[in-house]
């Protein structure tokens, strides 16, 4: 492994370079800079790539330009905006957190690193993020791109995730410039998504490619085994009742996925579906894929003349279908819907 401090290595004047010139300066939020815009797409990103972000992010921005716009949002609209996007835990974790912002800091967004990672959803990288595009201030960053950048470049080889990550972060605040911070942080990101990727790194084009111990070696360094695990299948049934203009919606509060999405009833005998006479019914099952769990999804649809009362203190309401788009709920269940 690469001793940068014996060795004086500077990787930001290289990173800054070519980000300047190569760099996607052209991303929605890398325009009109503010902390609250930044904040919004640091979370989006995590775990998400960028092609799928960016519709996401400029549909949530359009509803909600400013933070003082957000503090009045609802949690069901930010997750509404979110359907489809995944990983909803992070949309929960923003209406958390504008909570925080509105209730315990006078509306105004933290500019302190340490008040930063007490809210809902922020870790250190992101607050790093946070700080350094938004601020300009120097702070190191550790996401994934990042990582796999830095692990190649010092030839990491570190046998445990726990030891990496703790190697990796040593090695990220020492190499972090305190000057033109906001264009290495935006520089190193990309480098780890556009250049240094997974598979095929395109060390030709790196502007490290001279001072990288892996250079033109895209095995290393070596990827630690994990234990492989199986994902689990779970049977989930679903009874949606509609009319020709209406559906009618569950909030599912069970603390597990698709915990404060909008569904189909779990329970249609206690929700008094039945007691109604329906005058279509038929079947769909759907397979669909979490990132820790496979769905299958067995749908019944009952078609009904009118909407009629449903006796159950859950959260529950007739929406018009053309209201969809206002209702998180989970992208399987939203293109049944539309098909109606």
Not at 13 to 35: C, E, F, K, M, T
Not at 113 to 135: D, V
Not at 313 to 336: L, R, V, Y
Request: charged letters at 25%.
């Amino acid at each position: 492994m690469i001793n940068l401090q014996k060795n004086n290595i500077d990787i930001g004047n290289y990173i800054v370079d070519w980000y300047l010139h190569a760099g996607r300066q052209d991303l929605p939020w890398r325009n009109n800079i503010s902390p609250y815009r930044v904040w919004i797409s640091e979370i989006m990103l995590q775990q998400t790539q960028v092609k799928t972000v960016i519709p996401y992010y400029k549909r949530f921005l359009g509803k909600f330009p400013t933070l003082d716009s957000l503090m009045v949002a609802t949690e069901d609209e930010i997750i509404a905006l979110w359907s489809g996007l995944g990983f909803y835990r992070r949309a929960k974790n923003i209406f958390k957190a504008k909570e925080k912002i509105r209730l315990e800091l006078n509306g105004k967004f933290p500019k302190d690193f340490e008040e930063l990672k007490l809210l809902p959803g922020i870790g250190e990288s992101t607050a790093g993020a946070i700080m350094s595009i938004a601020y300009k201030k120097s702070y190191p960053i550790l996401d994934a791109n990042v990582k796999r950048v830095l692990s190649r470049f010092a030839k990491v080889k570190e046998t445990s995730l726990s030891k990496r990550d703790k190697k990796l972060w040593e090695i990220s605040s020492n190499v972090t410039p305190k000057s033109d911070i906001f264009e290495y942080t935006q520089g190193i990101m990309d480098l780890g998504a556009t250049i240094c990727t997974t598979k095929d790194p395109n060390c030709l084009q790196c502007p490290l490619n001279e001072i990288c111990a892996s250079s033109y070696n895209v095995e290393a360094p070596k990827k630690i085994s994990k234990v492989v695990k199986i994902k689990p299948v779970r049977e989930l049934d679903f009874t949606l009742a509609y009319t020709n203009k209406h559906i009618l919606l569950f909030k599912r509060n069970q603390e597990t996925f698709w915990e404060g999405l909008w569904l189909p009833s779990e329970d249609p005998k206690s929700h008094n579906i039945y007691n109604s006479k329906s005058i279509k019914q038929h079947n769909v099952n759907v397979h669909h894929k979490l990132t820790h769990l496979d769905l299958n999804l067995n749908i019944n649809l009952l078609s009904y003349n009118n909407i009629f009362k449903v006796k159950t203190n859950a959260e529950h309401c007739w929406i018009k279908k053309t209201q969809i788009d206002s209702f998180g709920m989970p992208a399987p269940i939203k293109k049944i819907i539309s098909t109606l």
